[in-house]
């Protein structure tokens, strides 16, 4: 472990910097956007513009890195998201708002490529499993950090934007400072929705709808909180203590996966995410508002490790890299769909609205799992979980070099 940390400290620190800002970023917009006024639909709309500009980066970022190297990729897609980062300190409407979200969620998937891929390439077969573990840790604390940092004292509001753009700037120099050469990088091809359907329903399903409950509770947690009276440092607090708890389960809970049937543990944590809610529905005191989002963020946030390892599990290797960018893809418009609904929900159902869509999502998946346990035995041979942050989520790039060590000496990492 310290050994990957002294070899990749610089490409280490320039993701940090990047996921730092991004949960900082989207976190700072939502409790700005309430103090001037926005209105629940108009912020979902602009928060939803940067899953919706994911679904193009997802697929065109790759293609650009292929045609003009990492550098200039990287270069040129850091200097855009810090543009949009300023764009949002010089102006206070919606529209702008949205178009540089867009831009920041077309921008995103192809720095993580450009990472991953340039991390692999560093990393020997030896270390990789531990490169690899860092990084993760890196794309789930990132985000929790990032958030925090909104209850830092701004009185002008002008500081944490800045300091945004500050972080997406200087990411690129550990990537420009690199002694190493830059690594050949072949855009992954795409496997079809229908054709991963085919392999395993309950990950088509499953890593769907586990996102629309992810990014409904990321980008509406705040908003919810601040209506019930909290203050822009305890509704950001309220979501790092959800982020924090999500991130500390994901290993046990891929342990248990690990070693049993996938689908029980997506059941489980449905039924965590279904009973957390109807719990504060019942429960809406302001004082318990952070319990039960920390139970639901158990449920939720783990979720989307355990399904697509349930999908590697009945995978043939060359299915695993297209395979993965299929389940981005649905990630991306799981996240869509849950940042439209989520702030609208809010004022549904005497302002327990929120509740029952977090509380229906999670039953349906575990009712998805149970259905197909019921039809379907569980595969005979499965992989280890690859602990995977949804929020600033791995891309392609980890599993394409994976499947090609693997390609190359079966035994790898074994």
Same mark, same amino acid.
């Given at each position: ?153 701004? %009185?002008?509001?002008? $500081?944490?934007?800045?300091? =945004? !753009? &500050?972080?997406? #700037?200087? +990411?690129?120099?550990? *990537?420009? @400072? ?22 395993? %329903?309950?990950?088509? $399903?499953?890593?769907?709808? =586990? !996102? &629309?409950?992810? #990014?409904? +509770?990321?980008?509406? *947690?705040? @908003? ?32 248990? !996966? ?10 489980? @944590? ?44 009945? @995978? ?99």
């Amino acid at each position: 472990m310290i050994r990957a940390l002294n070899e990749n400290w610089a490409l280490f620190l320039g993701m940090l910097m990047l996921m730092v800002a991004n949960g900082l970023l989207a976190t700072l917009l939502t409790i700005r956007g309430a103090s001037l006024g926005f209105s629940d639909f108009t912020i979902s709309v602009m928060q939803a513009s940067y899953p919706l500009g994911a679904l193009a980066g997802t697929a065109l970022a790759p293609r650009l890195v292929e045609n003009v190297g990492h550098i200039r990729a990287f270069s040129a897609l850091a200097s855009l998201v810090s543009i949009a980062a300023i764009v949002h300190l010089l102006t206070s409407d919606a529209i702008s708002w949205s178009i540089m979200r867009l831009l920041g969620g077309f921008c995103y998937p192809g720095l993580y490529v450009i990472t991953e891929s340039w991390l692999n390439a560093k990393s020997e077969n030896n270390t990789r499993a531990q490169v690899l573990s860092l990084y993760f840790i890196i794309q789930l604390a990132g985000p929790a950090l990032g958030t925090a940092l909104v209850g830092f004292p701004d %009185p002008t509001g002008n $500081l944490l934007f800045g300091f =945004v !753009s &500050i972080l997406i #700037s200087l +990411s690129i120099v550990p *990537l420009l @400072l690199s002694g190493n050469k830059a690594p050949d990088y072949v855009a992954p091809e795409r496997m079809s929705v229908a054709g991963l359907y085919k392999i395993s %329903p309950v990950a088509v $399903l499953g890593i769907t709808i =586990v !996102s &629309i409950g992810v #990014s409904a +509770s990321y980008i509406t *947690l705040p @908003l919810y909180a601040l209506q019930q009276g909290f203050t822009a440092a305890q509704a950001s607090g309220a979501l790092v203590a959800a982020l924090i708890a999500g991130a500390l389960v994901q290993y046990p809970i891929g342990w248990i !996966s690990d070693h049993t049937d996938r689908r029980y543990v997506i059941i489980g @944590l449905g039924v965590i995410t279904t009973l957390a809610s109807l719990w504060m529905v019942v429960d809406t005191s302001a004082a318990h508002i952070v319990y039960g989002f920390v139970l639901v963020a158990i449920g939720l946030y783990p979720a989307y490790s355990i399904l697509t390892a349930h999908a590697n599990d009945q @995978l043939k290797l060359s299915q695993i890299v297209p395979a993965s960018g299929t389940m981005v893809l649905l990630l991306n418009i799981g996240l869509l769909i849950g940042t439209l609904l989520g702030p609208n929900s809010i004022s549904l159902f005497g302002g327990r609205g929120l509740q029952f869509l977090l509380a229906g999502l999670g039953a349906i998946v575990a009712l998805v799992a149970l259905i197909r346990r019921v039809q379907v035995a569980a595969p005979t041979e499965t992989g280890d979980v690859q602990v995977v942050g949804v929020i600033g989520t791995a891309q392609p790039g980890v599993l394409q070099a994976e499947a090609l060590i693997q390609e190359e000496d079966p035994d790898a990492g074994q």
